[in-house]
Antibody
Framework: EVQLVESGGGLVQPGRSLRLSCAAS????????MHWVRQAPGKGLEWVSS????????DYADSVKGRFTISRDNAKNSLYLQMNSLRTEDTALYYC???????????????WGQGTLVTVSS | EIVMTQSPATLSVSPGERATLSCRASQSVSSNLAWYQQKPGQAPRLLIY???SRATDLPARFSGSGSGTEFTLTISSLQSEDFAVYYCQQYNNWPLTFGGGTKVEIK
């Protein structure tokens, strides 16, 4: 059974940093592109970032480019999101999601974690 | 950026009736279109990928159609568990983008 478990969320002041983690199990982690998707309270879904199986292809939404860094450790079956210079508009539930294709980087998301809440407020 | 527009924003349907949800892309996404269902307090669930392929174990009452810029998700006979918010997503180009969602509510 595929499981994705996010952690690391919390309350943080504007301008500070936070690191999210996602522990994956139930599939061959290093075969798949992984993604972060967020959802502000009461709002829709927003893609944040993606990283290919070997970290060779990385992309970010313009809203986080230059502030967030995605990474992965295939030996630990883990995905990360380093979030710097946080803004109030970054407040959201952050989901870790598995790419649906073993080959393609541009994919749908076939499994999602339950999310970790990041609140940016003074 | 490809803008995904979903309509209607809210759809009121009686149980057992048919629901038709629309998703329009601002430029062609070929068949690289997925649909997700999200219930309150839950993570999204993949329903349809490749515009019309059903995800594993998805009931046959869900079907997807379309290509290019116009897509449809049809639920042939709504069950109580189908009342939720539905999102479309394109994965043809970066950045990956979602529609704003359609809430399917009980009439």
């Amino acid at each position: 059974e595929v499981q994705l478990v996010e952690s690391g969320g919390g309350l943080v002041q504007p301008g500070r940093s936070l690191r999210l983690s996602c522990a994956a199990s139930g599939f061959t982690f290093d075969d798949y592109t992984m993604h972060w998707v967020r959802q502000a309270p009461g709002k829709g879904l927003e893609w944040v970032s993606s990283i290919s199986w070997n970290s060779g292809s990385i992309d970010y939404a313009d809203s986080v480019k230059g502030r967030f860094t995605i990474s992965r450790d295939n030996a630990k079956n883990s995905l990360y999101l380093q979030m710097n210079s946080l803004r109030t508009e970054d407040t959201a539930l952050y989901y870790c999601a598995k790419g649906a294709s073993m080959i393609l980087v541009l994919t749908s998301f076939d499994y999602w974690g339950q999310g970790t809440l990041v609140t940016v407020s003074s | 950026e490809i803008v995904m527009t979903q309509s209607p924003a809210t759809l009121s349907v009686s149980p057992g009736e048919r629901a038709t949800l629309s998703c329009r892309a601002s430029q062609s996404v070929s068949s690289n279109l997925a649909w997700y269902q999200q219930k309150p307090g839950q993570a999204p669930r993949l329903l349809i990928y490749g515009a019309y392929s059903r995800a594993t174990d998805l009931p046959a009452r869900f079907s997807g159609s379309g290509s290019g810029t116009e897509f449809t998700l049809t639920i042939s006979s709504l069950q109580s568990e189908d009342f939720a918010v539905y999102y479309c997503q394109q994965y043809n180009n970066w950045p990956l983008t979602f529609g704003g969602g359609t809430k399917v509510e009980i009439k």
